[in-house]
């Protein structure tokens, strides 16, 4: 995929962080992304992952905003990397109307719960915190379109990954993709769980 494809909100923001060209990681992605299927997306710094997925999300919500329930959950590691997260995703929304949220534990959960009811379309959240959410019934994920683990090694680690493997229990079928720069045995056993059609492109 070209960024010619890409929807006028997405050309703008390119043009404004003066990004030219997709990477040939970025070619092989942004159409499968588009596409709805599970991915493994595997690469090195500097691939252009996360950027990657930042268009790509954007293309699958329209670069809009859309009633109240969130299209998309993003899991990260902790706090910092959720911020530095929705830092990334505003450089490239910020003439947009999407509403991008972080959910994470240093937070009072109560102001969260009503933050997400109140409406949000990207939520960027640690996976105790979107347990706990899940359990309060605080999120509603009848609307979700894209399910992302962002950077996604810290799951190899046994206090993350049992948090993780009961998010799909709450969650009806959407687009699953895992972004990490290599594909460690403990990712890939999610096969077993909810990426049983995934499929995996490396830069």
Excluded: W
């Amino acid at each position: 995929m070209s960024f010619k494809k890409l929807n006028p909100e997405i050309k703008e923001a390119l043009i404004t962080n003066e990004i030219e060209t997709p990477t040939s990681f970025q070619k092989r992605l942004l159409p499968k992304i588009k596409s709805g299927i599970d991915i493994y997306g595997i690469g090195k710094k500097g691939a252009g992952k996360t950027t990657a997925m930042i268009i790509g999300t954007m293309q699958i919500l329209g670069s809009r905003s859309f009633e109240d329930a969130p299209r998309a959950l993003i899991l990260v590691k902790d706090k910092q990397a959720a911020i530095d997260l929705k830092d990334a995703f505003l450089e490239f929304t910020r003439r947009t109307d999407l509403r991008i949220y972080t959910a994470y534990e240093e937070h009072d959960i109560d102001t969260e719960k009503e933050d997400i009811y109140i409406g949000q379309d990207i939520v960027i959240v640690t996976p105790k915190r979107l347990n706990k959410l899940f359990f309060l019934n605080a999120i509603n994920v009848t609307q979700l379109k894209l399910f992302v683990i962002e950077d996604a090694e810290f799951v190899i680690k046994a206090k993350y990954y049992n948090d993780v493997i009961r998010v799909p229990e709450s969650i009806e079928k959407c687009q699953f993709l895992i972004l990490a720069e290599e594909l460690y045995p403990k990712l890939k056993r999610l096969d077993d769980l909810f990426m049983a059609n995934a499929i995996t492109i490396k830069a």
